[in-house]
T-cell receptor
Framework: GESVGLHLPTLSVQEGDNSIINCAYS??????FIWYKQESGKGPQFIID?????DKRQGQRVTVLLNKTVKHLSLQIAATQPGDSAVYFC????????????FGAGTILRVKS | NAGVMQNPRHLVRRRGQEARLRCSPM?????VYWYRQLPEEGLKFMVY????????ESGMPKERFSAEFPKEGPSILRIQQVVRGDSAAYFC???????????FGDGTRLSIL
């Protein structure tokens, strides 16, 4: 079936350290993936996306890596800050019209000062 | 630029009543999506609409739920004869085209008494 899952439900890191959040997906035909950040009481906020013709994409302090061989995604956050504390979701864009996001359960990132 | 606007932010209904959730997409976005989120879970796709058309409603419950996106005005998610199990956060997203990032509103938290 279609599913996107996360390995670690909670990740605690020290302020200033790098964070790595992992995600596995099951649909080998998927070609577009997005990472979202969700803070309490708010909607998911777009962080970064990657298409299957790429292995790596960088943004401001964030990097997404895609390994199609093992169907694995990761989000790396450099120099993690207290404001990065949130729930992080990876999502897989599927559907006949590429209109449907399938979300994983989420990883809670806690940043310790 | 205003983001995706949803209202109300919180809605309380008694069992058997109707709930109407509204969503105004980002300016220039003609693709609208509705998702439901239960506590400590990822978002689940419900329906995808373009102006005046329902394109994919594969995630919508077969009964009591309907959605529309009229030519003028916001998209509406309507739940008739609500039950306790409908309590959730309902998020709307919009995108400029298909297979592009979906941008989310801050959701409507629906509570059923």
């Amino acid at each position: 079936g279609e599913s996107v899952g996360l390995h670690l439900p909670t990740l605690s890191v020290q302020e200033g350290d790098n964070s790595i959040i992992n995600c596995a997906y099951s649909n080998s035909a998927s070609d577009y993936f997005i990472w979202y950040k969700q803070e309490s009481g708010k909607g998911p906020q777009f962080i970064i996306d990657i298409r299957s013709n790429m292995d790596k994409r960088q943004g401001q302090r964030v990097t997404v890596l895609l390994n199609k061989t093992v169907k694995h995604l990761s989000l790396q956050i450099a120099a993690t800050q207290p404001g990065d504390s949130a729930v992080y979701f990876c999502a897989e864009n599927i559907g006949e019209y590429r209109n449907k996001l399938v979300f994983g359960a989420g990883t809670i990132l806690r940043v310790k000062s | 630029n205003a983001g995706v606007m949803q209202n109300p932010r919180h809605l309380v209904r008694r069992r058997g009543q109707e709930a109407r959730l509204r969503c105004s997409p980002m300016k220039g976005h003609s693709h609208v999506y509705w998702y439901r989120q239960l506590p400590e879970e990822g978002l689940k796709f419900m329906v995808y609409l373009q102006k005046e058309n329902i394109i994919d409603e594969s995630g919508m419950p077969k009964e009591r739920f309907s959605a529309e996106f009229p030519k003028e005005g916001p998209s509406i998610l309507r739940i008739q004869q609500v039950v306790r199990g409908d309590s959730a956060a309902y998020f709307c997203a919009s995108s400029q085209t298909l297979n592009q990032p979906q941008h989310f509103g801050d959701g409507t938290r629906l509570s059923i008494l």
